[in-house]
């Protein structure tokens, strides 16, 4: 199975801010990464698929990145409504694994 | 609009089997991949299962052997059998559609299954 890390577990910022969330594999592999927003009590939203597409309706201020086995979720300017847990996962191969989850608190 | 919703018993004991079903709305189930994921009480989220329209399937190795799921066509719905549960079994269980095999873009609201005597 790929395993899928995740850094920071935990991130205080202000609104405003600029946020970056990184996800390393444990195998290489190109492209095939999703990122997701969980709010308590909800389901998890999809943000980014292959690595870099905004999914429809996602703010211009959510990217995605990736450079070798590293993958990047970047918020440009926190906004209020960004304070949630969030997750990568790999869809290069089955089973698809999940990192485990970036909580973003307000500071 | 996409929807998608989980029904299911809320308790089930162990080694009892867990039946699940999600009802598709918006959307011909036969167009379209979907995924079964669950999420274990303050936890992060596992992939559970990925069914095709044409039926094939893939799932978990952990839960391989003890997993059926299925696509009813007829009445929209896709469903999920877990059988001889343990409380590791305890979660949150979401259905979700696929965008082909790359990420999942559309997600029930969750039903929590809790596996007790």
């Known amino acids: 199975d790929i395993q899928m890390t995740q850094s920071p577990s935990f991130v205080s910022a202000s609104v405003g801010d600029r946020v970056t969330i990184t996800c390393r594999a444990s195998?290489?592999?190109?492209?095939?990464l999703a990122w997701y927003q969980q709010k308590p009590g909800k389901a998890p939203k999809l943000l980014i698929y292959?690595?870099?597409n905004l999914h429809t309706g996602v703010p211009l201020r959510f990217n995605g990145s990736e450079s070798g086995t590293e993958f990047t979720l970047t918020i440009s300017s926190l906004q209020p409504e960004d304070f949630a847990t969030y997750y990568c996962?790999?869809?290069?191969?089955?089973?698809?694994?999940f990192g485990q989850g970036t909580r973003v608190e307000i500071k | 609009q996409v929807q998608l919703k989980e029904s299911g018993p809320g308790l089930v004991k162990p080694l009892e089997t867990l039946s699940l079903t999600c009802t598709v709305s918006g959307v011909s189930i036969s167009g379209h991949y979907w995924s079964w994921i669950r999420q274990s009480p303050g936890k992060g989220l596992e992939w559970i299962a990925y069914?095709?329209?044409?039926?094939?399937?893939e799932y978990n190795p952990s839960l391989k052997r003890r997993l059926t799921i299925s696509l009813d066509t007829s009445r929209n719905q896709f469903s999920l059998t877990l059988r001889s549960v343990t409380a590791a079994d305890t979660a949150v269980y979401y259905c979700a559609r696929n965008i082909g095999m790359t990420a999942l873009n559309y997600w029930g609201q969750g039903t929590l299954v809790t596996v007790s005597s």
């Open positions: 292959g690595a870099s």
């Open positions: 996962q790999q869809a290069n191969s089955f089973p698809w694994t």
């Open positions: 195998q290489g592999f190109r492209t095939w």
């Open positions: 069914m095709s329209n044409s039926g094939s399937a």
